[in-house]
């Protein structure tokens, strides 16, 4: 990865914030907004630039990540108040990385993509914050296949083993 692209991050917890440190490693620009000051606070120290709101990582972003508990969670961070949806525009792709089901992710991509045009790449990831740290998490990921191809660099950077299961 040539280290230009510029990512937001929503969710920088238990998963998000080993991820979030090794795509710094990398050279990307990271601007992450996390509901708990102190994940926030560890994002920023790290060298992640801080955010106040979901809505405002999407500031200048290529890509927006999403790596939250629960679908309420991923709800309220896409849909709520200062919300992605709030600022998300094409060519901007969303990659949720949070563990929800099909329905409900298949759901909120529809929802995203008719109110604001953004793709949204449902990526599951298996393997832990240690792999989540190291590059060698197992990604499967659904979404457009030209999206996918967008976002490959990124996933081949977080992923040991990247699977594209379809739209």
Known sequence: M??????????????GLPMAKRLLALGYCVRAFDIAPGQLAAAREAGAAAASSAADTVQGAD???????????????VFGERGLASALRPPQLLIDFSTIKVVQCK??????????????????????????????LTVMAGGEAAEIE???????????????MGP
Do not use: C
Not at 63 to 77: D, G
Not at 109 to 135: E, K, N
Not at 155 to 164: C, N, P, Q, S, Y
């Open 2 to 15: 040539s280290g230009k692209m510029k990512l937001g991050y929503v969710g920088v917890g238990l998963m």
């Open 63 to 77: 890509l927006v990540l999403l790596n939250l508990p629960t679908p309420e969670a991923v709800e309220a961070a």
């Open 107 to 136: 759901a909120f991509a529809q929802r995203l993509r008719v109110a604001t045009g953004a793709g949204w790449i449902d990526a599951p990831v298996s393997g832990g914050p240690p792999a989540s740290g190291s590059g060698t």
């Open 150 to 164: 967008r976002a490959r660099p990124l996933l081949a950077d977080v992923a040991g083993r990247f699977t594209h």
